[in-house]
């Protein structure tokens, strides 16, 4: 089934097109909320809520991006919102802190379910900015506007994100070497 | 450069990722939760828009009887009441004034023409709308009538002035109304009541009219009259134990939502009787916390080595009491459905210019159905019976809407008593609960 049936399909609430929605791209929207949120319990709701999100609001679907890169959106802004509704405190960091040292080749060597541990690990404020920059694509001026931040507290956010990385992956390869 | 490099490399790894979840997490749970999401859509937007409309109509209803003052509305009762006997004076000033202009202060002048016959009574046949009123071929003014001629002596007007044509509404209706004697319901366009429970007018008060109007005059306007009524009144009481003084507390909310329809008689004088059926759910909801204190006392022992000659042990024993508080909590809940005979009583009446409406009524009935625990602040006891005999009472006052000449809305803030016998306890376990109810009378 293409895309376009799919999405069509969904729209005319055929349960078929909506359950093979739900099988094609259901884990992989769970391993993008599971970075979002802070518990498993946590993200499965809110992969629970994307989906009813997605259901309604497929016939605005334009195809001017790949499905699977519309549902991550609306995804992410749904985990965005649930963060945003809990208030957290966003905090900014002096320019020179952003001169940390960081290999950019550091998770070439490390399994993607080590990385999404790490990620996992990193506080809220860190990880929300790190998922948007490093792996969705967002500017830190859409950041910014996502998350009602400034700019610079998000390059901020993310520079710290990349700093207690480093720490981890040191740790770990310290751990293994010893 | 490096950070483009690090940022391509997490999204290849992360691109096609997947993580497992829960077995509870399956589509069928999402197309449950969206059609639950739908349901919750579609369930309150008939309550909105059924409560707007009530709203709406209320309203309009207001607005209506407050702009029919200027309608006409034709035929009219002529009240013997409204008697004007201008003074002298008064007649004289006005005599001078010719055809004064009111526009500005928003009084419309009137025409009255007069004839020569014997009669001192002002027969007010219809609300009118023209401009001027003529006497013995004299033009006088409207506030002559409002004021100056309401009260005053006229003895030398010996003709009927019968408003024949139009004159300011606004100017008549408060003439009538501010005429001595007139009954409060009196409603000075005849038809379209003020209020309801207006019958059994005094006759006094009441005066046929005459010419083209007789006709369609029905004396039955003012008999006494039946009437329905449907209702529904919620309320609800919180319950909750602040003192800590006994060992079970409660925490809890009572609701109710009450239904009836009832048919009600006009006695007269805005007084009416009536019965009907009503139905009625009293749900509680709440948490209890039982808390036990029990004092504990440790004795520790250890022994003391005195050093001053002659060396010897000394055991000391160290008391100590603590008092160890246990909460235990849980939930609670009960619901108590019951169908009652109402005996009904309603008082209309006017203050300012709005109807309002006092209304008591006793239920006593029967609980069709309860399930859970009846609670209060500081005890619960379980509900074992399906039926048990209840008494409730209701007090509400409130204003009134005529929505038509037959159709008004009542809105009723009011006080709920709800009460039941438990046989096996030999027990009545009441409470009241205030609230806001709404009912739509229909005049039949």
């Known amino acids: 089934m293409t895309e376009k049936e799919l999405v069509e399909g969904c ?4 349960r078929i097109c909506q359950r093979e929605l739900w099988d094609r791209y259901s884990k992989k929207l769970m391993s993008l909320c599971v970075r979002y949120c802070n518990s498993q319990e946590e993200a499965e709701d809110a992969l629970m809520e994307a989906y009813v999100k997605i259901y309604d609001n497929l016939k605005n679907f334009r195809f001017q991006s790949s499905l699977e890169t519309w549902m991550r959106r609306v995804s992410v802004n749904l985990c965005i919102n649930k963060i945003r509704a809990r208030k957290h405190i966003w905090t ?17 060597n490390l399994q993607v379910q080590h990385i999404m541990k790490m990620v996992e690990a990193l506080p809220v404020g860190y990880r929300t900015v790190f998922n948007l920059y490093a792996i969705e694509g967002y500017s830190h001026k859409d950041i910014g506007e996502m998350l009602g931040i400034d700019e610079g507290t998000s390059r901020s956010q993310f520079a710290k994100a990349r700093k207690a990385l480093q720490i981890q992956i040191d740790k770990s390869e310290g751990g293994a070497q010893a | 450069m490096e950070e483009n490099r690090f940022n391509q490399t997490l999204r290849d790894k992360f691109q096609d990722l997947e993580s497992p979840f829960n077995d509870r997490v399956t589509f069928e749970a999402v197309m449950k939760k969206r059609e639950k ?6 369930f309150w937007l008939p309550s909105v828009a059924v409560v707007a409309g009530l709203f709406l109509s209320a309203g309009l209803g207001y607005m209506f009887l407050s702009d029919s003052n200027s309608a006409v509305k034709l035929p009219q009762v002529a009240l013997k009441n409204v008697v004007v006997k201008p003074s002298k004076k008064a007649f004289a000033k006005n005599q001078n004034e010719k055809s004064e202009s009111l526009d500005g202060a928003g009084i419309k002048s009137a025409v009255i023409s007069s004839k020569n016959t014997s009669s001192k009574s002002l027969k007010v046949s219809s609300p009118v709308n023209n401009q001027n009123l003529t006497a013995n071929n004299k033009i006088i003014t409207a506030n ?17 002035v019968h408003v024949v044509e139009e004159a300011a509404a606004t100017n008549l209706v408060d003439m009538i109304n501010n005429a001595e004697n007139q009954l409060i319901f009196c409603d000075p366009r005849g038809i379209y009541p003020v209020s309801i429970g207006m019958s059994r007018m005094k006759e006094e008060f009441i005066e046929i009219p005459e010419g083209e109007y007789e006709k369609a005059w029905d004396p039955a306007r003012y008999r006494s009259k039946w009437y329905g009524e449907m209702g529904a009144t919620t309320g609800s009481k919180v319950i909750v134990d602040f003192d800590n003084k006994n060992a079970l507390s409660v925490l809890g909310t009572m609701y109710h939502a009450n239904y009836q329809g009832l048919i009600l008689r006009d006695l007269g004088n805005g007084i009416m009787l009536g019965t009907g059926i009503s139905y009625g759910e009293w749900i509680g909801n709440g948490e209890w916390q039982l808390t036990q204190t029990e004092r504990k006392t440790f004795i520790d022992s250890y022994d003391l080595v005195v050093m001053i000659p002659p060396v010897q042990t000394v055991r000391v024993y160290d008391t100590s009491e603590v008092i160890h508080v ?9 619901k108590i459905d019951k169908v009652s005979l109402p005996l009904a009583m309603r008082y209309n009446l006017m203050l300012g210019k709005v109807a309002w409406r006092l209304a008591a009524q006793l239920n006593p009935g029967i609980t069709t159905k309860t399930t859970g625990d009846y609670f209060t602040k500081t005890e619960y006891h379980s509900i074992s019976q399906q039926r048990m005999f209840c008494m409730d009472a209701k007090l509400a ?17 009011n006080a709920m008593l709800h009460s039941f016998y438990d046989k096996s306890g030999k027990r009545t376990y009441s409470k009241v609960l205030t609230g806001f109810g709404m009912t739509i009378v229909r005049k039949f």
């Open chain 1, 92 to 108: 900014s960091i002096s320019d020179d802190e952003y001169r940390i040292g960081f290999k950019d080749d550091a998770f070439d």
């Open chain 2, 144 to 160: 002559t009538l409002v004021g100056d001629l309401l009260k005053a002596e006229l003895p030398f007007v010996n003709a009927p």
């Open chain 2, 397 to 413: 006052f409130g204003p009134t809407f005529a929505l038509s000449s037959d159709w008004t809305l009542v809105l009723e803030p």
């Open chain 1, 11 to 14: 729209i005319r609430e055929d």
């Open chain 2, 37 to 42: 999401k739908k349901r919750r859509v579609i």
């Open chain 2, 326 to 334: 246990k909460l235990t909590t849980g939930d609670i809940q009960y």
